[in-house]
C-alpha cells in the first residue's frame, strides 16, 4: 500500500508563486517517474511536469520556464515551483508516482489563480 499526501496548493495572485509538495509513504521501494498532472474545470486530466529516476525532466510547454520540478529521493517527495503564476494555471493538481510499473495518484491539491 502506497499513500501519496500532497499540500502547499491555494489561492495567490496573478504573477506569484507557489511550491506544491508530495510526500510518498508505506510500501515504496522502486520509485521510477513521480511528476504533477492537472485538472481545470470542464478539462482533460494533463501532464504538468515529469521528473525521472535520473533526474531527467519533462514539462509541457504552457509552463516549460515557470515551472521547476525536483525531487529528494531520500525523502520519496517531489515538488513543484510554480512561479510567474497565470489565471490558467488554476486547476486541481495531482501528484503522479510510478513504482514497478503501478500507477499512484495523490488526493489533489487546489490551485486558485485570481486577483
Known amino acids: 500500500q502506497v499513500q501519496l499526501v500532497e499540500s502547499g496548493g491555494g489561492l495567490v495572485q496573478p504573477g506569484g508563486s507557489l511550491r506544491l509538495s508530495c510526500a510518498a509513504s508505506?510500501?515504496?521501494?522502486?520509485?521510477?517517474?513521480m511528476g504533477w498532472h492537472r485538472q481545470a474545470p470542464g478539462k482533460q486530466r494533463e501532464l504538468v511536469a515529469v521528473i525521472t529516476n535520473g533526474a531527467g525532466t519533462i514539462y509541457a510547454s504552457s509552463v516549460k520556464g515557470r515551472f521547476t520540478i525536483s525531487r529528494d529521493n531520500a525523502k520519496n517527495t517531489v515538488y513543484l515551483q510554480m512561479n510567474s503564476l497565470k489565471p490558467e494555471d488554476t486547476a486541481v493538481y495531482y501528484c503522479h508516482v510510478v513504482m514497478s510499473g503501478d500507477n499512484y495518484w495523490g488526493q489533489g491539491t487546489q490551485v486558485t489563480v485570481s486577483s
Open positions: 508505506g510500501n515504496i521501494f522502486s520509485i521510477n517517474r
